[in-house]
């Protein structure tokens, strides 16, 4: 029994953690940096906040006789990478290695440069990775009456964070959202609530439209009847209904 009360609580921990987990990575931005004399082609390259970055560093110069050392680091002045880690000799002319996908977690400017065998062009300056802030997106649609296709006027729409009120044409927009997946409602009295699963990318917006069936309507029937009763002191009468 104790076996299986740990399992249980094993695997609501899981869960909980999977739920946990982000629903949206960055986009995989790839780059080879060509490095010569004095010179990284590209020197100035860029991705967004979360994005997974995939560096190639090529050694393209075949007149450096000298073996080559480079290392990244964070706009924190962090090292991140550095290839005599697993290339103790460096890069050799003609050599190139992709280094480990890692995501870009802070906005400012990474630098790659030189660490080893720069003596002879120590003037090789830093090149640079620039990451900002991704551009917020949006979710915008209409909602409708799923009978009549009639356009519903001050519905609701909810997302995990925030709200918006259809306007006279059953058009609504969320604005300021940051990429991920939403799970977006639709309600408004007399109809049944509808929801749908959006993701939302960087800078650009999304369309969902939602068709709201009427609410079923409940009769009640009224039985005829007379009573009286005495509760806590009262006199509660019940009247016929007619």
């Not at 450096?64 to 103790?88: A, C, Q, R, S, Y």
């Not at 609504?172 to 007399?190: E, F, H, P, R």
Request: hydrophobic fraction near 40%; proline fraction near 5%; aromatic fraction near 10%.
């Amino acid at each position: 029994m104790r076996k299986i009360v740990y399992a249980l609580v094993c695997f609501s921990v899981l869960v909980s953690f999977m739920i946990a987990l982000p629903t949206v990575r960055g986009a995989l931005v790839t780059y080879t940096l060509n490095v010569s004399y004095l010179t990284w082609d590209p020197k100035t390259i860029t991705a967004n906040q979360m994005d997974i970055v995939r560096l190639t560093i090529a050694n393209v110069d075949p007149n450096l006789d000298n073996n080559h050392g480079f290392e990244l680091k964070d706009p924190d002045g962090i090292v991140i990478f550095n290839i005599l880690t697993v290339l103790p000799d460096g890069l050799a002319p003609g050599e190139s290695y992709t280094i480990p996908d890692f995501t870009a977690s802070k906005v400012g400017t990474y630098t790659f440069r030189c660490n080893k065998g720069c003596y002879g062009h120590g003037n090789l300056q830093d090149g640079q990775l620039i990451v900002t802030a991704p551009s917020p997106g949006w979710i915008q649609g209409t909602v409708v009456d799923a009978v009549t296709l009639a356009p519903l006027v001050g519905a609701t729409v909810t997302t995990d964070s925030t709200s918006a009120t259809t306007d006279s044409t059953g058009y609504y927009k969320i604005s300021n959202l940051a990429a991920g997946i939403y799970t977006v409602t639709a309600s408004m009295l007399g109809y049944q609530s509808a929801s749908a699963t959006v993701t939302v990318a960087s800078g650009a917006g999304t369309t969902q439209n939602f068709a709201l069936s009427p609410a079923p309507i409940f009769r009640i029937d009224m039985v005829r009847r007379s009573a009286w009763a005495k509760v806590e002191g009262f006199s509660v009468t019940f009247y016929d209904v007619q």
